[in-house]
């Protein structure tokens, strides 16, 4: 069965603390796995979270400040270590490119020739993803160096309807005929449209946000996803750090989850500022304006994709009400 879901290998923000390690994210995806933002300490953390360096496919980077990219040299060797075959394609900002390439070679190991660089620039840039079955894209947000958010996107497709197949007498080769064609001829000599035997099924999405301060990029990246990562740096009452240091509170991002339509929100990217009592209040700041599913990000969580919501045929010519 297909896994679409995200691993939580990291949840602190600058420092890490006792329970919170730095940074770093597999989201997987139909056996694709992107990490995004590997901190300090994210090969140990895959190992403890039961995930493998064959599990990567992406390495994604949002910009180089160090607990979203000093884990990037322990990743690089174990994917050589490990003997991972496929191709792994590195993503980051071209500004950033002499920080890349200290942590790619950082020391001295057996190297490997899978890793491809896809270093990305301007406002909006689209990322070659080859055979996976999603789009990639990344928006520029407003951080003091520059920072990028990705936004994930599946192609919109269909759902096949076996009562109307039945009701159509078709079965086996034609059904893979309607699929690719999108019509066919039943036993019976009737023309059958795919749509007549099938309802519209929208492509799942999910978006990647951390440093950042509020900025038109985000709802750009986040408006309608499944999925929504994002940081919540700070509690309201430090606001004011939020936004001199480029970052987001747990209020902002449920105000963005609300606005951009989300349906499960996960906070992450917690300063060490607050204790472990504070931490269900980051909960309570969100959920004053987002009623949707929340979860507040811990070290190891395993956080599935939202089910795929399933569009009823509605009354019209070849279709009945459901």
Known sequence: MATRDLVVLGTASAVPTRARNHNGYLLRWDGH???????????????NAGVSAHDIRWICLTHFHGDHCLG???VIQRIARDGVGHPVRAVFPASGAVYWRRLRHAAVFADTDVVAEQPITGDEAWIDTADAP???TARRLSHPVEAYGYRLVEPDGFTMLPEKLTEYGLGGP???ELQRVGRVTAPDGRTVTRAECSVPRPGQK?????DTRICDAITQLADGVDLLIIESTFLGVDARL???????????????AAECGVRR????????????EDQLRFADEAAAAFS??????????????????RLEPTSGPGTTSV
Do not use: W
């Open 134 to 136: 999603f789009a990639l």
């Open 292 to 309: 949707g599913d929340i979860v507040l990000a811990q070290d190891l969580d395993r956080v599935p994709v939202p089910p795929r919501r």
């Open 72 to 74: 990037v040299p322990g």
């Open 206 to 210: 999910a978006a990647f946000i951390m």
């Open 174 to 176: 034609l059904v893979g």
């Open 242 to 256: 939020a936004a001199e240091y480029g970052h987001l509170t747990a209020a902002q991002a449920g105000e963005i």
């Open 265 to 276: 929100l996960v906070l992450t990217h917690f300063s060490e500022r607050y204790s472990a």
């Open 33 to 47: 796995g992107i990490l995004f933002d590997p901190g300090e300490g994210t090969q140990r953390q895959m190992l």
